[in-house]
């Protein structure tokens, strides 16, 4: 059984498989980024064998897991199948590491595509995580999906879709934006807002 996504929590890919505009992010980094998927590994492993919601290490205050981020954790078979993929537009934790946490469990278990993930998958998931920067009203001429992500919206701001940068099978512009807005329920001729945002990814 799946639960309900709340508002602020969206899926990022397609079922089926403050930023500058166009500048670098200004997210500080970690060394090479592993204790990202690390925890959202971690937080998925505890939850399904134990039930229990792990409490992250304290962390120094540059690391990037000590912001107050928004991400989208990808959980995916060792076949490179989606497994789950739930994140937050907008950071709802204090801190970058307990959003990592929350989101995971989500995606393993609240994924409204899939069934909740069972203990005798878990040695056979990879996971990676998208630590998003603030989104930006944009255009359907400046988006790239290569590069940028994008969230559309509703007319009224009732419907949202969202589409993490870089997905498999998303080539263009128009491609990336119907995707989105087919997962938000938001029928073809309805007029759309767009916002584009980069995203970090961090893979196992």
């Known amino acids: ?17 403050p930023s500058g505009r166009g500048e670098a992010s200004a997210f500080p980094q ?9 925890l959202a590994r971690r ?4 939850f399904v064998s134990e039930r229990r919601i792990v409490e992250p290490t304290p962390i120094p205050t540059p690391s990037l897991l000590a912001q107050r981020s928004a991400c989208f954790v990808s959980i995916k078979t060792i076949k490179r199948e ?23 469990i989500n995606a393993a278990i609240r994924d ?10 878990l040695p056979f998931l990879r ?10 009203p944009t255009q359907l001429e400046d988006l790239d999906p290569a590069t940028f992500g994008v969230i559309v919206m509703d007319h009224f701001g009732l419907r949202r879709g969202l589409l993490l ?4 099978g998303i080539k263009t512009a128009s491609q990336q934006v119907h995707t989105a807005a087919r997962k ?4 073809p001729n309805e007029s759309l807002k767009l916002f584009r945002f980069r995203a970090r990814r961090f893979n196992e």
Request: aromatic share 4%; charged share 25%.
């Open 1 to 17: 059984m799946s639960a309900k996504v709340g508002r602020n929590k969206l899926t990022g890919e397609p079922a089926s498989t």
């Open 30 to 38: 970690p060394t090479d980024g592993s204790e990202l998927p690390a």
């Open 43 to 46: 937080a998925v492993e505890t």
């Open 82 to 104: 989606l497994r789950g993929c739930i994140g937050t537009i907008e950071p709802e934790k204090n801190m970058l590491a307990e959003e990592i946490i929350a989101n995971a």
């Open 112 to 121: 409204p595509r899939f069934q909740p993930v069972s203990p005798d998958e």
């Open 127 to 136: 996971y990676s995580v998208d630590v998003l920067d603030w989104p930006e």
């Open 165 to 168: 940068p870089a997905i498999e």
């Open 184 to 187: 938000a329920g938001i029928a």
